[in-house]
């Protein structure tokens, strides 16, 4: 099944069935039913307009539900994974206070009390149980809204996605959480292979035990939907019977995973309908909606989803996951579908799936635009429209369809999609709701892209594409930066290179294709596929007239990074090691470099091939004046060192060169170590500064190509 396309676009599905319900329920979330009915009434579609709010955000249901499942390729794809490990992964790609939880406090928040556990030694299991943390605080809700992966990659064995999300939940959770966990694993993994609601029920209710107040709710509320049509009147015997009332704590579990299942058997297998109910119902709305989503999504298909409203239109595919991994953040459900789909597939031990050679944007899957949108500026405003359609594709099946309407001579259609925060209004917004938009940019200069473009055979004349790139200027106005262009003759294919040339200013936040013609004209641009590749070629530094962007393009594992200080960078951290990070994991074999000044500080200095708070090379200055290259990967190991009697207040420059399993390094210029890494773990990753325990400072960090 791993190798069917059925297989993928039923996890696409699953992916847009999640994304569709949180977006859907986040903007009231918390909210009564009494609340929901009075201001909004029954919830038939996105509400966020009314209610003044982003439609793509940050959220634990979705960031929460893709990072954790990447304790699977980080662990060698091993059937075996274990709770511990799960918990390490928390740790890595977790930054305190600032990334995918809601950070509530100990015993206020299930998921936060579980990662202070963690931090402070407690592995799981015992980090999340009810021994160490309580029984209303181990049952709430968060084993449930992070399951959707573990079930995913288990199509058809409901057995492994039960024991995955227990192993998965139990980092955080206990008890009932657990169940309610196992049970919507276990639907959602059978849902791949069984369409009947009541037959993927009982599978779920097989794994728990059937005693727990979980099995005993599912039944009793399928007793009452049996007896009784009208979902309102389901709900309140729900309410009064499991309600919040009932269960303690901020988001208990059992009313949740209930309202689940009454939505799920009101809905009448209707995507839409089944939303409607699970988010007028209220409580956690967007964790729910998320479940519920999903499992429909996976069910019935991309065909369950767009039968009814545009629910696809809006998202256009669109996510954000925002970690210490900070070049996955600005992401899109095409990628992330493959990503789960290579995941299972390295569990069964075949090869991932790359379509069109590995491009980022391939457009593959039926409806994806992969987050590209028309660009409603002055002079392209209403100039095209965009379709994902079957053929104007020489690499694959489908490809991206720019419309142009009626453009205009010195009029262009523009389309784009994201590299990095889109706006600055978008990332001071994520300041204020707790979860924070921390995000890399994706594409940086010294890299090249490259594209694939088509005329449609029936243009009435020939049109001109190009590529472009917005960047972040002076004081972070956006700026359009121009690359190759050709003109296409109807029915002509013309694949692009651009290798993008040293850019003073940035970020760049966004890619994409501007179409333009001598004459009035109607027609059609395929493309076909866009991506990058190479290793970047750049120096960040406190850029003149600088806004606040260059340094959001930061991701800040540290306690204190104030760009108002003397130096560029100037870093403060605590307690532990703290890490400032940008890249992607796509950077393999580079040389990253920085004149340090450690001030007083326990160690300091820089990293390569960064995936996380706790996985990377680093060359630091250690302690009792030692040079040391370590690597982390669930610890500290110190793979060499040499006594150079560095001194605090004093400037060194440190080079590190990554390629393959070669690691080298040099302080002022004298080469301390040349180290074969031969387990290959750490395979690409971003570039860190590395601070422990006090402070340090640099102007400038470079990065290039080896050799350069």
Not at 25 to 30: I, V
Not at 349 to 369: D, I
Not at 427 to 449: E, H, I, M, N, R
């Given at each position: 099944m791993l190798s069917t396309n059925d297989y993928v676009e039923k996890v696409y599905a699953g992916v847009l069935g999640k994304l569709i319900g949180v977006y859907l329920g986040r903007p009231f979330e918390g909210w009564s039913y009494a609340q929901i009915t009075k201001r909004l009434g029954e919830i038939n579609y996105y509400v966020h307009e009314q209610l003044g709010v982003p439609l793509i955000v940050t959220d634990d249901d979705i960031s929460g539900t893709f990072i954790f499942l990447r304790a699977l390729p980080d662990y060698g794809h091993s059937t075996a994974l274990t709770p511990a490990q799960i918990g390490q992964t928390w740790l890595n790609y977790l930054?305190?206070?600032r990334t995918v939880l809601w950070w509530g406090g100990l015993g206020n928040s299930t998921e936060h009390t579980a990662y202070l556990r963690l931090k402070n030694g407690i592995q799981a299991p015992e980090s999340g149980s009810m021994a160490v943390n309580s029984k209303v605080v181990a049952e709430q809700i968060g084993a449930q809204i992070f399951i959707d992966?573990?079930?995913?990659?288990?199509?058809?064995?409901?057995?492994?996605?039960?024991?995955?999300?227990?192993?998965?939940?139990?980092?955080?959770?206990?008890?009932e959480a657990l169940y309610g966990a196992q049970v919507l694993a276990a639907m959602e993994a059978q849902a791949f292979v069984e369409s009947d609601i009541n037959k993927l029920i009982d599978v779920g209710l097989s794994f728990i035990p059937n005693h727990s107040i979980i099995y005993q709710m599912i039944n009793e509320i399928r007793d009452w939907h049996a007896a009784e049509p009208d979902w309102r009147v389901a709900r309140q015997k729900?309410?009064?019977?499991?309600?919040?009332?009932?269960?303690?704590?901020?988001?208990?579990?059992?009313?949740?995973?209930?309202?689940?299942?009454?939505?799920?058997?009101?809905?009448?297998?209707?995507?839409?309908?089944?939303?409607?109910?699970?988010?007028?119902?209220?409580?956690?709305?967007?964790?729910?909606?998320?479940?519920?989503?999903?499992?429909?999504?996976?069910?019935?298909?991309?065909?369950?989803?767009?039968?009814?409203?545009?629910?696809?239109?809006?998202?256009?595919?669109?996510?954000?996951?925002?970690?210490?991994?900070?070049?996955?953040?600005?992401?899109?459900?095409?990628?992330?579908?493959?990503?789960?789909?290579?995941?299972?597939?390295?569990?069964?031990g075949e090869p991932p799936l790359a379509p069109k050679n590995g491009a980022r944007y391939h457009f593959e899957l039926p409806g994806s635009v992969q987050g590209f949108q028309v660009e409603n500026t002055i002079e392209s405003k209403g100039t095209a429209i965009l379709n994902n359609v079957k053929g104007g594709s020489q690499k694959g099946d489908r490809s991206l369809a720019i419309q142009c309407h009626r453009l205009a001579p010195g009029r262009k259609a523009r389309v784009?999609?994201?590299?990095?925060?889109?706006?600055?209004?978008?990332?001071?917004?994520?300041?204020?709701?707790?979860?924070?938009?921390?995000?890399?940019?994706?594409?940086?200069?010294?890299?090249?892209?490259?594209?694939?473009?088509?005329?449609?055979e029936n243009n009435e004349q020939p049109l001109t594409a190009a590529l472009f790139l917005t960047i972040y200027g002076a004081e972070d106005k956006l700026q359009i930066v121009r690359g190759p262009a050709v003109t296409l003759a109807p029915g002509a294919y013309q694949e692009l290179t651009w290798p993008l040339a040293l850019i003073e200013d940035g970020p760049i936040a966004k890619v994409g294709i501007e179409i333009s013609s001598g004459e009035a004209a109607d027609g059609v641009i395929y493309l076909d596929y866009l991506t990058w590749d190479g290793a970047p070629e750049v120096t960040f530094k406190r850029p003149d007239h600088a806004g606040e962007m260059w340094r959001r393009a930061w991701v800040n594992g540290i306690d204190l990074f104030d760009p108002q200080y003397p130096e560029a960078f100037r870093l403060v951290h605590n307690e532990g090691v703290g890490l400032l990070m940008q890249g992607t994991h796509s950077w393999t074999d580079y040389e990253v470099s920085a004149a340090i000044t450690p001030h007083m500080?326990?160690?300091?200095?820089?990293?390569?091939?960064?995936?996380?708070?706790?996985?990377?090379?680093?060359?630091?200055?250690?302690?009792?004046?030692?040079?040391?290259?370590?690597?982390?990967?669930?610890?500290?190991?110190?793979?060499?060192?040499?006594?150079?009697?560095?001194?605090?207040?004093?400037?060194?420059?440190?080079?590190?060169?990554?390629?393959?399993?070669?690691?080298?390094?040099?302080?002022?210029?004298?080469?301390?170590?040349?180290?074969?890494?031969?387990?290959?773990?750490?395979?690409?990753?971003?570039?860190?500064?590395?601070?422990?325990?006090?402070?340090?400072?640099?102007?400038?960090?470079?990065?290039?190509?080896?050799?350069?």
């Amino acid at each position: 099944m791993l190798s069917t396309n059925d297989y993928v676009e039923k996890v696409y599905a699953g992916v847009l069935g999640k994304l569709i319900g949180v977006y859907l329920g986040r903007p009231f979330e918390g909210w009564s039913y009494a609340q929901i009915t009075k201001r909004l009434g029954e919830i038939n579609y996105y509400v966020h307009e009314q209610l003044g709010v982003p439609l793509i955000v940050t959220d634990d249901d979705i960031s929460g539900t893709f990072i954790f499942l990447r304790a699977l390729p980080d662990y060698g794809h091993s059937t075996a994974l274990t709770p511990a490990q799960i918990g390490q992964t928390w740790l890595n790609y977790l930054i305190e206070e600032r990334t995918v939880l809601w950070w509530g406090g100990l015993g206020n928040s299930t998921e936060h009390t579980a990662y202070l556990r963690l931090k402070n030694g407690i592995q799981a299991p015992e980090s999340g149980s009810m021994a160490v943390n309580s029984k209303v605080v181990a049952e709430q809700i968060g084993a449930q809204i992070f399951i959707d992966g573990w079930a995913m990659v288990a199509p058809g064995d409901p057995e492994l996605a039960a024991d995955l999300a227990r192993r998965a939940g139990s980092v955080s959770h206990d008890g009932e959480a657990l169940y309610g966990a196992q049970v919507l694993a276990a639907m959602e993994a059978q849902a791949f292979v069984e369409s009947d609601i009541n037959k993927l029920i009982d599978v779920g209710l097989s794994f728990i035990p059937n005693h727990s107040i979980i099995y005993q709710m599912i039944n009793e509320i399928r007793d009452w939907h049996a007896a009784e049509p009208d979902w309102r009147v389901a709900r309140q015997k729900l309410a009064a019977r499991y309600g919040y009332d009932k269960y303690g704590g901020n988001c208990h579990m059992v009313p949740n995973h209930g309202l689940i299942i009454h939505s799920l058997l009101y809905g009448d297998d209707n995507f839409q309908e089944s939303l409607k109910i699970v988010n007028t119902s209220g409580w956690d709305t967007d964790c729910n909606s998320g479940n519920l989503g999903c499992l429909l999504g996976i069910k019935n298909g991309l065909a369950g989803i767009d039968d009814g409203p545009d629910w696809r239109g809006p998202v256009a595919d669109r996510l954000y996951l925002p970690t210490a991994d900070g070049g996955r953040a600005i992401n899109d459900a095409v990628t992330v579908t493959y990503e789960v789909v290579n995941t299972a597939r390295g569990m069964a031990g075949e090869p991932p799936l790359a379509p069109k050679n590995g491009a980022r944007y391939h457009f593959e899957l039926p409806g994806s635009v992969q987050g590209f949108q028309v660009e409603n500026t002055i002079e392209s405003k209403g100039t095209a429209i965009l379709n994902n359609v079957k053929g104007g594709s020489q690499k694959g099946d489908r490809s991206l369809a720019i419309q142009c309407h009626r453009l205009a001579p010195g009029r262009k259609a523009r389309v784009a999609t994201p590299t990095f925060i889109p706006s600055k209004e978008i990332a001071a917004y994520f300041d204020k709701p707790g979860y924070s938009l921390l995000a890399s940019p994706t594409l940086y200069s010294g890299q090249v892209v490259r594209s694939g473009l088509m005329a449609g055979e029936n243009n009435e004349q020939p049109l001109t594409a190009a590529l472009f790139l917005t960047i972040y200027g002076a004081e972070d106005k956006l700026q359009i930066v121009r690359g190759p262009a050709v003109t296409l003759a109807p029915g002509a294919y013309q694949e692009l290179t651009w290798p993008l040339a040293l850019i003073e200013d940035g970020p760049i936040a966004k890619v994409g294709i501007e179409i333009s013609s001598g004459e009035a004209a109607d027609g059609v641009i395929y493309l076909d596929y866009l991506t990058w590749d190479g290793a970047p070629e750049v120096t960040f530094k406190r850029p003149d007239h600088a806004g606040e962007m260059w340094r959001r393009a930061w991701v800040n594992g540290i306690d204190l990074f104030d760009p108002q200080y003397p130096e560029a960078f100037r870093l403060v951290h605590n307690e532990g090691v703290g890490l400032l990070m940008q890249g992607t994991h796509s950077w393999t074999d580079y040389e990253v470099s920085a004149a340090i000044t450690p001030h007083m500080v326990q160690s300091s200095g820089i990293g390569a091939r960064v995936q996380g708070m706790r996985r990377y090379y680093g060359l630091l200055l250690g302690s009792d004046g030692q040079a040391q290259l370590v690597k982390a990967l669930d610890g500290i190991q110190i793979l060499a060192e040499a006594r150079i009697n560095w001194r605090l207040r004093q400037t060194y420059e440190l080079r590190l060169l990554v390629t393959g399993g070669r690691l080298q390094g040099w302080v002022d210029g004298k080469r301390l170590f040349d180290f074969e890494d031969r387990d290959r773990v750490l395979q690409g990753g971003a570039v860190a500064l590395i601070c422990e325990e006090g402070r340090m400072a640099t102007e400038q960090v470079t990065v290039k190509p080896p050799g350069r």
